[in-house]
């Protein structure tokens, strides 16, 4: 039987097992990550290469790696004199370097070794854990940790039939999406008001003719939420609070659709130079032509055709008990507060032998939980909370 399988290996599953196994003591024979992907990271990778990221919205404290200077460290070490890694304010690191440094820490450490394929299915409990059954395989376990990270883009009303269809619509953080399908020259739309919609928006740029969508004016703020929300200052008063103000503490802290400041430069310099162009609006419906082109309709009744759209409308917060989760949620009794999050204790623990992180720990961790940061404060919670 294994001490720990965890679910997801992602930047919160794969920093986690690091913390077992280098910081707590576990064996790293008694540890298995399980993802369906090839590799450790490859969700995350894969979209942060699909929206045309250059530098991470994080500093360069954030990363996967437990020493919190590891990845300035690397960088200075590999690369002293190029300047490109990092970008001010808040010496953000480039994702080539950030990519490059979690490569560094899955080898230095063995991490890949971990790494079992497969998708949970479901979870029941045996004598002395937990038992995950998974497409190919039953999996025994004292201890389970759930850092499935939110997968599922969220797609418009209007943009659904039409993808059924196969019109000419992709979203940026689908696993699938592929630049290659928007051919050059091509009209192409980009949807949302965020830092994803941003990048791939100036991505797009070269070779097609851009214009972004957004419902609101185009908002430059450095982090999606204050770093306050990192240590006490925030936190204290969010550990006090009830379930309720705390998912009210929740949306208030977060900005969504907000652009780190060199994007938002970087747009406002196209658009000043007649690359881009910028629509204030909303799409409220949308049809696909005989020429297979996607004809929009705005929220102030104009129309407009373009070939290709790209949806960049980021992923949907979607309940666990509307997941693979639901069973195992409702034998068990699972705890769930009001908004139908779990309530975790401190160490993260949802039910004996059961664990969460990322976006799933919201209501422990705050508004940083789906970030890098959330992970490094799950892994705090296990080491420095005894
Ligand atoms: C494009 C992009 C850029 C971002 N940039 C930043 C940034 O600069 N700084 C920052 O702090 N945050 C950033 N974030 C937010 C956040 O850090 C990332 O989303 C991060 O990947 C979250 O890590 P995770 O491990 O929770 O989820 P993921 O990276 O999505 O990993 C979860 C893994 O779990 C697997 N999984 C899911 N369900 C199952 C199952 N049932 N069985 C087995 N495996 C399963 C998935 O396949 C996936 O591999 C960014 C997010 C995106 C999408």
Sequence with gaps: MLDWLIIGGGIHGTHLAHVLINQCGVSAAAVRILDPHARLLQAWSKRAENTGMRYLRSTRVHHIDINSRSLERFGQEKQPYDSNLWIDPYYRPSLEIFKEHCQHVIDTYQLQDLHTHGQALALHRVRNGWRVDTDSAKLKTRKVLLATGRQK?????????????NAPIQHVLDMTFDMQHVSNEAQVMVIGGGISAGQIALKLMSGHSVTLVTRHPLRQLDFDSSPCWLGPACMDSFEEAQYPRRRWMLGEARHPGTLAQDVYKDIHTAIEAGEMLLHQGEVVNANMTNDNRVSLTMVDGSIVTVDYVVLATG?????????????????????????????????????KGLYATGSLAELELGPAAANIAGARAAGRRWYERE
């Design 153 to 165: 883009p969220f797609i418009p009303d209007w943009a659904d039939p039409l993808i059924k269809q």
């Design 315 to 351: 992923l949907q917060a979607v309940q666990p008990k509307h997941t693979w989760l639901a069973d195992t949620i409702k034998r068990y009794n699972l705890p769930l507060a009001d908004c139908g999050y779990p309530i975790l204790d401190e160490k993260l623990r949802w039910a």
